[in-house]
């Protein structure tokens, strides 16, 4: 079974511009998350959808965006980009049988702003 | 205080010892407790996962879990230089939001 599919792999961008990030689920996941990670702060959780509909969401700006399709792919946005956006942006999906249940991630997409 | 706390590191293991790693939660309603292993400019896999309250084995890898004292650590036993990596302890607080700790950086020298 494939893994986790995240595009592009690399990205750059210049302050002020928006990018799409895009991430494609393990087969028959449901429900997909995003992170970002940078050496600072860490692993930021972004939000979380299920079944197309944003189920969680953490403490980000709403230059933040994200949706679910309805083969459960899933992108994010970041518009008027910042340098500080610069960092690995890691999707995640689950199968979410059972609630509370392991994450496998995708290898990420890491975004540097110029 | 941190939901999920972890000594950053890095913590400096000789090959064939024993590493321990250590998390400490705040949420007494977290259930799940798992770890993950992150090598650097890769993304975090599993390694193990634990729910109930004493010892989880597999392979060379065990994890205790202790609600109680809302502790959880990892046991890597035969410690190898391909262990070296960041381990991150992650559960759900009890409204179900996953949580990540900032991770403690392993380095097992030969």
């Known amino acids: 079974k494939a893994g986790v599919t995240q595009t592009p792999r690399y990205l750059i961008k210049t302050r002020g511009q928006q990018v799409t990030l895009s991430c494609s689920p393990i087969?028959?996941?449901?429900?997909v998350s995003w992170y970002q990670q940078t050496p600072g702060q860490g692993l930021q959780f972004l939000f979380e959808y299920f079944s197309e509909t944003q189920r969680n969401k953490g403490n980000f700006p709403g230059r933040f965006s994200g949706r679910q399709f309805s083969n459960s792919r899933s992108e994010m946005n970041v518009s008027t980009l910042e340098l500080g956006d610069s960092a690995l942006y890691l999707c995640a999906s689950s199968l979410e049988l059972a609630g509370e249940e392991t994450q496998y991630f995708g290898p990420g997409t890491r975004l540097l702003v110029l | 205080q941190k939901e999920v706390e972890q000594n950053s590191g890095p913590l400096s293991v000789p090959e064939g010892a024993i590493a321990s790693l250590n998390c400490t939660y705040s949420?007494?309603?977290?259930?799940?407790f798992f770890w993950y292993r992150q090598y650097s400019g890769k993304s975090p896999e599993l390694i193990m996962f634990i729910y109930s309250n004493g010892d989880k084995e597999d392979g060379r890898f065990t994890a205790q879990l202790n609600k109680a004292s809302q502790y959880v650590s990892l046991l890597i036993r035969d410690s190898q230089p391909s262990d070296s990596a960041t381990y991150l302890c992650?559960?759900?607080?009890?409204?179900?939001?996953?949580?990540f700790g900032s991770g403690t950086r392993l380095s097992i020298r030969p």
């Open positions: 087969s028959g996941h449901r429900s």
């Open positions: 992650v559960t759900y607080s009890s409204a179900s939001k996953i949580i």
């Open positions: 949420d007494r309603g977290s259930q799940s």
